[in-house]
């Protein structure tokens, strides 16, 4: 789980930066298996897969999106320790090279998440891990936001999102070493700079929302990924649809 100086951090800024969370090896199995984003990336390898229940990923999650009184509920009934999160979708972003003209500032509340806190409690709507797969120095371009505006009451004012010409002072260049994870809120204002170096920008957006909650249209379907030997109940339940995870449902990962 995040600890007290990352929950502080979180719930003031409306990000963090998690460091290292893939080791060297698992982000060279991505640059080697990575495609063209329109296919479906869990089936394009197994780190693909190992992502939606990675040890020292699902503790943050279960912080952020995850429904602490479901996990009690389970654990006094003595059931399976399930991911209390699902994944809601994956975007990869290929297209990033040397002069593009980044995406306009966008997210912040009530557009695409949601967040509040209550009783030591994160209550998060859609909420991204996103990897960079290559370094991404603060003046090259990559992710961008306002710190603190998951919070914010008034609206973006006119002409701020556009960053292809003008980057607005309280815009913050968050950068990040291959390997690094960013993990923000939607409802937090960002978007992506422009980019202006030679090499490639490469990132991989895991995007979740609580069990009941979905942003995307389409949803996954567990039975999709049952013959892969890596996969097990616990990732099979991050691809349950939403629903309130009720015993019984057609899509409950355990055998029934
Ligand atoms: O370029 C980025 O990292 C921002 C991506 C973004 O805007 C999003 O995932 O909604």
Not at 141 to 157: D, R
Request: with cysteine.
């Amino acid at each position: 789980m995040l600890n007290e100086e990352q929950r502080f951090l979180f719930d003031t800024l409306g990000y963090i930066i998690i460091p290292d969370l893939l080791s060297a090896d698992q982000v060279a199995e991505m640059q080697s298996t990575l495609r063209a984003p329109t296919e479906d990336p869990l089936h394009w390898g197994k780190i693909w897969r190992d992502i939606l229940d990675l040890p020292n990923l699902s503790p943050i999650l279960e912080d952020l999106v995850g429904n602490p009184m479901l996990r009690e509920a389970r654990r006094v009934r003595d059931m399976a320790d399930l991911p209390t999160y699902r994944l809601d979708h994956i975007n990869v972003h290929t297209h990033v090279e040397k002069g593009y003209e980044g995406r306009p500032l966008h997210g912040g509340l009530p557009v695409a998440g949601s967040f509040k806190y209550h009783d030591g409690i994160f209550y998060n709507g859609l909420s991204v891990v996103s990897f960079e797969l290559f370094d991404t120095h603060p003046n090259d371009g990559g992710f961008a936001c306002i710190p603190g505006t998951h919070k914010a009451n008034v609206a973006l004012p006119e002409g701020w999102a556009d960053m292809s010409e003008r980057v607005h002072d309280c815009v913050a260049r968050i950068a990040a070493k291959p390997g690094d994870a960013i993990i923000f809120t939607e409802a937090l204002i960002h978007g992506s700079l422009p980019w202006s170096v030679d090499a490639p920008r490469r990132t991989v957006f895991y995007k979740f929302s609580p069990i009941t909650v979905s942003w995307a249209a389409d949803f996954f379907n567990p039975d999709d990924y049952r013959q892969y030997d890596d996969m097990d109940d616990r990732k099979l339940a991050v691809l349950e649809p939403p629903n309130a995870r009720y015993p019984e449902r057609s899509t409950e990962p355990e055998p029934r």
